[in-house]
């Protein structure tokens, strides 16, 4: 086997090791039908209960301002997303020739682009299909990567060998450009820009999932529930996974930001929405040749893409930080 | 600590400023230094940047605008094209006859020119020239062989200074054809013969400047031709620069690098004019339209064509697309091609018509194709004009689907006909309005994308393009260019102008609707 795949990544890994991962799967123990998992009610290490876990992560959360600031503004954007056709002032997809690259006013205080579109309401009308996107494309990834890297890393040998090898290859190529090669032969549309950024963005999860299994199954809670005879499938979603969880919620969150940017770029290079929808990347490609000329028509749609992105990573990095008990903020 | 770092700043700048004033003061000197050796105001050297490098010298052997900016300087036809016009002129020509039916040519050539290379221009070389690009010994690489010279039977050297050339059917085009910058020019037949059948990299002409060397991506190198039969060039050295990206090109014209540069778009002319350049705007000859699938269910009665048309404001449309480096096209021949008439008018804009003769059509749903990028007849890009379009038929109720492809690809597209309505254009080849007006009868759907195949309109073309030139033969093109707009087949949308920038005190330039650049007689100011 080659080196780099023992390489577990170094946060991750830390938190999938012992304490933790023992504390969380033994609290979920108990919660089993009796008789399945020994349970030692006088461990010491037992006694931060799930509900307490989760509140301390919150108090964590809530103690990182940039974490937080981030999560509100996910929420702003979440209900932008929900009530966008309440918001918008002008229909988003309706032209105006004679109103085009007006600079913002008090009428469009986003400006008009070059064809006279309400650039405001266009904004508002990509939040809906980046957020989309963004949460469609990672649970596609999530939800293939995770069944992946879990067989990978729970088997080991041929199995192990063959999946990861896959992602390996698929790893090796720029991901930008495979799903671009994936929507050139899918076709255009953003449903097909889904399942390419979905498609792309599987071996990060199956890598991250392999890697946080890899340790957890040497834990002697595995052990033993393998003696009770629990079938692999049981063993690998109830005992070894939750172990997990807080490894692939932290880069599943920071997945919907790389996904939201990767949604714009594809619109960039016009792979993205069917005309005249408003999609970010797509409104950026068609207005940057008037950078000079009209640089609203780029400047909007630009910090909408970068605002979005950011929260994620921001709210990403806060929710590693609560959920790895020796780096909570207290 | 504060204090020293705030020295240091201070001393940074000084420095800077000293080096800026005296980066001032060293250019001057070098240009006052010049300034005996010529004794005039003018520089002695002329610099042009485009976009990329000539695929080669040959006219022959290339068909593309930057090898035919360069060509066009170096080289000269029997006929040319005048300097604002498409009407063509005597070159090496001095006069010319046609024959009572149209098939023979015989042209008086100029005498005592001489090619580059010291060998005379004569009966024999246009012969030579000519032979070259039929068969049997026309290549595959000559690109516009077979269309300048498709209909040449032969060629007859009569004597020295006289050439007979006979067409296999009527062809006035023929003309027109022989003043262009492709396949047309004559090359020193004694420099083929050197040069294996190809002056890619030794072209040698008539012309007013001579080649002198070709670093590749960097710049081609032009000298006055001292022997030139006509009126010398007014700056001794011309160097054609290739500056791939445009904003570096835009750049290098505002920082004084180069004198003037083309393959420009609306978006650099603000930062042209604030970097104190200018801009120079000429009608090109070009069109960009949009077509209807005739054999589409939907389109194939000429009341919903119009109808369609009918909704759509092209003045409106025009002028925000373009930002006014577009002119509305009424007819399909640009304003300075023979045949255009100022009083034909395509459908007019009148979106309640529309909306009643779409009902009645039965029109709802509308299948477009456009391509993504942007092409010299439409800068905004094909993506945008459909869009805008889609605007317009949204607001009379209808639903325009557009696919977008890239132009490779939109090509492929186009020819299987897969649409209802499709977006393209046509950059003219030769000012003749048959160039433009055939694309309509033409049975290749690559060209004629609308797949109007009307007889009348067929015969008409056929008719047209044997009547000798002048008034009778511009008003039959005026009749068929009312014929297709009765018919409403294309929706013709804009002329592109071509823009270039230059310095301030460039002058005598002839930037052309060809887009060539003959600069025999340009002029350099030299910077105070």
Redesign the interface.
């Known amino acids: 086997m080659a080196p780099w795949d023992r390489d577990v990544p170094g946060d991750f890994a830390e938190i999938g090791s012992e304490t933790a991962a023992a504390d969380e799967a033994l609290a979920m123990g108990t919660a089993l039908p009796d008789g399945e998992i020994p349970v030692f009610e006088d461990d010491e290490t037992l006694h931060e209960k799930p509900e307490k876990q989760w509140l301390e992560m919150w108090r964590s959360l809530r103690a990182n301002k940039a974490a937080l600031v981030s999560l509100v503004f996910i929420v702003f954007l979440v209900l932008i997303a929900v009530f966008g056709p309440l918001l918008t002032p002008y229909n988003p997809?309706?032209?105006?020739?004679?109103n085009?690259?007006k600079p913002p006013s008090a009428e469009h205080i986003f400006g008009t682009d070059?064809?006279?579109?309400d650039i405001f309401s266009r904004v508002i009308a990509g939040t809906r299909v980046s957020l989309t996107v963004g949460l469609l494309a990672v649970s596609i990834a999530l939800s293939i990567g995770i069944v992946l890297g879990a067989v990978a890393g729970y088997f080991g040998g041929w199995i192990d060998t063959v999946i990861m090898r896959v992602m390996d290859m698929m790893l090796s190529v720029p991901s930008i450009l495979l799903a671009i090669t994936l929507m050139a032969a899918l076709g255009?549309g953003i449903d097909k820009a889904v399942i390419a950024i979905g498609l792309v963005s599987i071996p990060e999860y199956a890598r991250i999932v392999r890697g946080s299994i890899l340790s957890i199954k040497e834990n002697d809670y595995i052990a033993a529930a393998h003696v009770v005879g629990l079938t692999d499938a049981r063993i690998i979603f109830r005992h070894v996974l939750p172990n997990a969880l807080s490894v692939i919620i932290v880069r599943a969150t920071l997945g919907i930001s790389s996904a939201v940017l990767d949604t714009a770029a594809l619109g960039f290079l016009?792979l993205g929405v069917?005309?005249?929808q408003a999609e970010w990347g797509d409104m950026l490609g068609?207005a940057r040749?008037?950078?000079?000329?009209a640089p609203h028509t780029l400047i909007f749609p630009g910090l909408a893409i970068t605002l979005t992105v950011l929260a994620f990573n921001l709210l990403g990095d806060g929710l590693r930080d609560a959920l790895d008990p020796r780096a909570r903020i207290k | 600590m504060r204090r020293e770092s705030r020295l240091i700043a201070l001393s940074l700048v000084l420095a800077l400023v000293v080096a800026a004033l005296a980066g001032c003061g060293t250019k001057q000197e070098s240009t006052g230094g010049e300034q005996p050796a010529t004794g005039s105001e003018y520089a002695d050297t002329f610099t042009f940047a485009q976009g990329a490098d000539p695929r080669g010298l040959d006219p022959a052997l290339v068909d593309d605008g930057e090898s035919s900016k360069v060509i066009v300087n170096i080289y000269e036809g029997l006929l040319k094209y005048a300097d604002d016009s498409t009407e063509v002129e005597p070159c090496l020509a001095e006069s010319w006859e046609v024959s009572e039916d149209g098939l023979t040519y015989t042209f008086k050539l100029r005498q005592g020119v001489k090619f580059h290379d010291g060998t005379d221009f004569n009966a024999e070389a246009v012969k030579f020239n000519i032979d070259r690009q039929l068969p049997p010994k026309v290549t595959e690489d000559m690109g516009y062989a077979g269309f300048v010279f498709g209909t040449v039977k032969d060629v007859v050297v009569v004597d020295d200074y006289t050439v007979k050339i006979n067409l296999t059917q009527k062809n006035t085009a023929f003309l027109a054809n022989l003043a262009m910058s492709l396949a047309a020019p004559m090359v020193s037949p004694k420099a083929l013969q050197d040069n294996n059948n190809s002056v890619m990299e030794a072209p040698c002409g008539t012309g007013p400047y001579k080649f002198v060397e070709w670093n590749k991506g960097e710049n081609v190198v032009l000298v006055r031709n001292d022997d030139y039969w006509g009126e010398k060039a007014k700056t001794k050295n011309i160097i054609f620069r290739f500056i791939a990206d445009n904003s570096a090109r835009v750049l290098a014209l505002t920082n004084g690098e180069v004198d003037m540069i083309d393959g420009i778009?609306?978006?650099?002319v603000?930062?042209i004019k604030n970097g104190g350049c200018e801009l120079f705007e000429a009608p090109g000859m070009n069109v960009n339209y949009m077509a209807y699938n005739v054999t589409s269910p939907l389109f194939k009665d000429v009341a919903a064509r119009k109808a369609f048309s009918q909704a759509i404001?092209r003045q409106?449309?025009v002028?925000?697309?373009y930002?006014g480096y577009s002119e509305v096209a009424e007819t399909i021949l640009p304003s300075f091609v023979p045949g255009y008439d100022p009083s034909v008018k395509q459908v007019a804009y009148d979106p309640e018509a529309a909306k009643a003769g779409l009902a009645k059509a039965g029109i709802k749903k509308v299948h477009v194709i456009a391509y993504?990028n942007p092409r010299p007849y439409n800068a905004?890009?094909g993506?945008?004009l459909?869009?805008?379009v889609?605007?317009?038929l949204?607001k009379v109720g209808v639903e325009c689907?557009?696919?977008?492809f890239d132009w490779t690809t939109y090509k492929e597209k186009v020819k299987a006909g897969d649409f209802d309505v499709a977006f393209y254009g046509w950059i003219g080849d030769n000012g003749d309005p048959d160039n433009f007006l055939n694309l309509l009868s033409d049975p290749d759907p690559t060209m004629n994308i609308a797949r109007w195949q009307d007889p009348v309109y067929i015969k008409g073309i056929k008719d047209a393009l044997a009547m000798p030139n002048g008034p009778e033969r511009n008003a039959k093109y005026a009749e068929l260019e009312k014929y297709a707009a009765e018919q409403a087949v294309w929706l013709p949308i804009s002329h592109a102008k071509m823009l270039a920038g230059y310095r301030k005190g460039v002058d005598g330039f002839v930037y052309h609707m060809t887009g060539n650049t003959f600069l025999k007689n340009v002029t350099v100011k030299k910077a105070e």
């Not at chain 1, 040749?289 to 000329?293: A, D, V, Y």
């Not at chain 2, 689907?401 to 977008?404: E, G, P």
């Open positions: 997809v309706e032209t105006h020739m004679a085009a690259l070059q064809l006279g579109m255009k016009g069917q005309p005249p068609r040749g008037f950078i000079f000329q | 778009d609306a978006t650099v603000d930062q404001d409106e449309l002028q925000s697309l930002q993504s905004a890009t993506q945008s459909a869009t805008a889609q605007g317009y949204q689907t557009i696919d977008i």
